[in-house]
């Protein structure tokens, strides 16, 4: 199965299911807006996700009045907002992990002591020693 990053569409095609004109692909290339892929001869190849993403560089464009510098920033800010929620993803699952870890040894732990004696919290425990007269 070709996933949504995979290149596969020449700067024809894509520029067809864009709705725009080749020469504009070429410019939002150089631009950095969208960078798509090359062949071994150097040729652009176009995913799905650079074809939505041209498509949301139109939209912007021609809807919301955005300038290409404005586009390329706020294209710069949602892939931010991408790794950052990947990252927050990564470090909760960490966290679910480690507090596994964590009951395991408690669990163990608990398993392991003697029953004669018995856990004390919170409580102050004071030894008395009498003096010597």
């Known amino acids: ?21 080749p020469q504009t692909l070429r410019q939002y290339d150089r631009l950095g807006l969208v960078t798509p892929g090359r062949s071994g001869g150097g040729g652009r190849r176009y995913s799905s996700r650079d074809v939505e993403l041209l498509r949301e560089v139109q939209r912007l464009s021609q809807e ?3 300038n290409l510098a404005g586009i390329k920033r706020v294209i710069e800010l949602e892939n931010q907002v991408e790794a950052l929620q990947a990252r927050l993803q990564e470090l909760g699952e960490q966290l679910a992990a480690t507090e596994a870890a964590l009951g395991r040894a408690h669990s163990t732990a608990m398993a392991s002591l003697r029953r004669d ?17």
């Open 1 to 21: 199965m070709i996933s949504d990053d995979t290149p596969v569409f020449v700067i024809s095609v894509a520029a067809e299911l864009s709705g725009m004109h």
């Open 64 to 66: 919301e009045g955005v």
């Open 117 to 133: 004696l018995v856990p004390v919290r919170d409580s102050a425990i004071v030894v008395w020693k009498p003096q010597q007269r």
